[in-house]
T-cell receptor, first 113, second 113 residues
């Protein structure tokens, strides 16, 4: 039982490049989330998906797109990376019908040069 | 939307002493308040949570208290140990709607041996 798995763990991009961060959970959770964490700040919500087939914007969605491919997978795409997107990205999942505890992946450390 | 303030930003205690971290929230509809511990380079891990139908919850050396009227909640760690050193985040959310967490900015706890 792996929980929430994120790939890659580290990535360096040049300004303007694109990439997709992958997230998968094996806990049969309905809800999934993408957060970013910047130094000295708490995690901020980028996008979330309440259930398969639905996505919605969070606090800081600009410059990102998401896809809820199926119940297990929720990807985050940067179409044209900017230095301001240098951050650590965490994916999380929860089951709203249950205790609704959020479980986090190990994170992706992204640097945009 | 919800806003969570967390204090202090850093806290240094001697091993064996108690540590208290405080958070306030703005949205009176919030009813779920988890606390996460994050070690350097690791994912946030849930250590304790409280729902608005109780005022206090305890788990061994850690406890959380909630004052709904004042809209604040606190984390108490007794008999601190060096392995308690980490960054602690409070968060708030509702048990309905998107259920995404709004995080405080974090407290770096250093336990001196």
């Amino acid at each position: 039982n792996a929980g929430v798995t994120q790939t890659p763990k580290f990535q360096v991009l040049k300004t303007g490049q694109s990439m997709t961060l992958q997230c998968a959970q094996d806990m049969n959770h309905n809800s999934m989330y993408w957060y970013r964490q910047d130094p000295g700040m708490g995690l901020r919500l980028i996008y979330y998906s309440a259930s398969e087939g639905t996505t919605d914007k969070g606090e800081v969605p600009n410059g990102y797109n998401v896809s809820r491919l199926n119940k297990r997978e929720f990807s985050l795409r940067l179409e044209s990376a900017a230095p301001s997107q240098t951050s650590v990205y965490f994916c999380a999942s929860s089951e709203p019908a249950g205790e609704n505890i959020q479980y986090f992946g190990a994170g992706t450390r992204l640097s945009v040069l | 939307g919800e806003n969570v303030e967390q204090h202090p930003s850093t806290l240094s205690v001697q091993e064996g002493d108690s540590a208290v971290i405080k958070c306030t929230y703005s949205d009176s509809a919030s009813n779920y308040f988890p606390w996460y511990k994050q070690e350097l380079g690791k994912r946030p891990q849930l250590i304790i949570d409280i729902r608005s139908n109780v005022g206090e919850k305890k788990d061994q050396r850690i406890a959380v208290t909630l004052n709904k009227t004042a809209k604040h909640f606190s984390l108490h760690i007794t008999e601190t140990q060096p392995e308690d050193s980490a960054v602690y985040f409070c968060a708030a959310t509702q048990d309905t709607g998107r259920r995404a967490l709004t995080f405080g900015s974090g407290t770096r706890l250093q336990v001196q041996p």
